[in-house]
T-cell receptor, first 118, second 112 residues
């Protein structure tokens, strides 16, 4: 199946710093990528939908100025957590939609990034 | 509506038995449903999907049942193995993968 690479897998940072997470579709082009956040023992909560070449669409309650999303190419989307605070500590997961297969359209997930803010 | 952050229910089954994981979805406009498996510290892995014009779909050792009347989805795993231990999420979408919303999830524990 298609591969989505997410980097870094784990990051520890100081409060007030910014952290960038990358999501790459390795063997397909993704016009749409999604960013999720997951707290321990809870479900994935959609944060935003990232569209190549246009502004991301954020879910209600997600601060767009805090979680900056850039989807500059068909294979790369980035999520930057600005001025991170301990409450931003979470598992962040990206996914990319492979729309090239027609009825076999699928959503593929990265391996996630564990962010710990001290 | 969106799923809320609740702690995961747990299902314990004996190795070799069949497992049934249930899910109630919220949006009557959803027309596409997916089951994912998530192992600890990893991203979700696609298991099987079903469109709203079907009520049953079978894969290898897995079957998904859809009851649109009561907005209920189930995942059946035959001959459950220790490697099936993970958290299972149902997800719903309308109009393809325009927006995929995840359910609460169920932790499956397989007892050897």
């Amino acid at each position: 199946g298609a591969v989505v690479s997410q980097h870094p897998s784990r990051v520890i940072c100081k409060s007030g710093t910014s952290v960038k997470i990358e999501c790459r579709s390795l063997d397909f082009q993704a016009t749409t990528m999604f960013w999720y956040r997951q707290f321990p023992k809870q479900s994935l909560m959609l944060m935003a939908t990232s569209n190549e070449g246009s502004k991301a669409t954020y879910e209600q309650g997600v601060e767009k100025d805090k979680f900056l999303i850039n989807h500059a190419s068909l294979t790369l989307s980035t999520l930057t957590v600005t001025s991170a605070h301990p409450e931003d500590s979470s598992f962040y997961i990206c996914s990319a939609r492979d729309a090239s297969g027609g009825t076999n359209e699928k959503l593929f997930f990265g391996s996630g990034t564990q962010l710990s803010v001290l | 509506g969106e799923s809320v952050g609740l702690h995961l229910p747990t299902l314990s089954v004996q190795e070799g038995d069949n497992s049934i994981i249930n899910c109630a979805y919220s949006n009557s406009a959803s027309d596409y449903f997916i089951w994912y498996k998530q192992e600890s510290g990893k991203g979700p892995q696609f298991i099987i999907d079903i469109r709203s014009n079907m009520d049953k779909r079978q894969g290898q050792r897995v079957t998904v049942l859809l009851n649109k009347t009561v907005k209920h989805l189930s995942l059946q795993i035959a001959a459950t193995q220790p490697g099936d231990s993970a958290v299972y999420f149902c997800a719903e979408s309308s109009g393809g993968y325009q927006k995929v919303t995840f359910g609460i999830g169920t932790k499956l524990q397989v007892i050897p």
